[in-house]
């Protein structure tokens, strides 16, 4: 409710002042704003802000990047009848594989199971 009520404010104030004071009202506050901006203080304060948005950008942009990843391999490990594994959990690839004695590894890993369904590995 104050938000609603700040914004009447300021567009009754702005109405005022637009229409009393016109344009050259206007262009007057503008130099105004432009003189403070131009100060020396201002404008230590603007790059220390910059240096500091540019220190954190590669910051996010990695973390966005990474978080990106995550989720675009959640969503094709997982299918509707099989979520994805989370953190820690084996995917049902390796659970399945496991549970048939092929998990091992080296040369001839899964011939048991591929001789069971009749097939070669």
Same mark, same amino acid.
């Given at each position: 409710?104050?938000?609603?009520?700040?914004?009447?404010?300021?567009?009754?104030?702005?109405?005022?002042?637009?229409? *009393?004071?016109?344009?050259? *009202?206007?262009?007057?506050?503008? *130099?105004?704003?432009?003189?403070?901006?131009?100060?020396?203080?201002?404008?230590?304060?603007?790059?220390?802000?910059?240096?500091?948005? *540019?220190?954190?950008?590669?910051?996010?942009r990695?973390?966005?990047?990474?978080?990106?990843?995550?989720?675009?391999?959640?969503?094709?490990?997982?299918?509707?009848?099989?979520?994805?594994?989370?953190?820690?959990?084996?995917?049902?690839?390796?659970?399945?594989?496991?549970?048939?004695?092929?998990?091992?590894?080296?040369?001839?890993?899964?011939?048991?199971?591929a001789?069971?369904?009749?097939?070669?590995?």
């Amino acid at each position: 409710m104050k938000g609603k009520i700040a914004f009447v404010v300021g567009a009754a104030v702005g109405y005022v002042l637009g229409t *009393r004071a016109g344009r050259e *009202r206007y262009e007057q506050i503008k *130099r105004g704003a432009e003189s403070v901006w131009n100060t020396e203080p201002v404008q230590r304060g603007v790059g220390a802000v910059r240096g500091a948005v *540019r220190g954190k950008v590669d910051d996010v942009r990695d973390f966005v990047l990474r978080a990106g990843k995550q989720a675009f391999a959640a969503m094709v490990q997982s299918t509707p009848d099989r979520p994805a594994a989370g953190p820690g959990q084996a995917s049902s690839a390796t659970r399945i594989a496991a549970s048939s004695g092929s998990a091992t590894t080296g040369p001839g890993a899964g011939t048991a199971a591929a001789d069971e369904q009749g097939g070669t590995a």
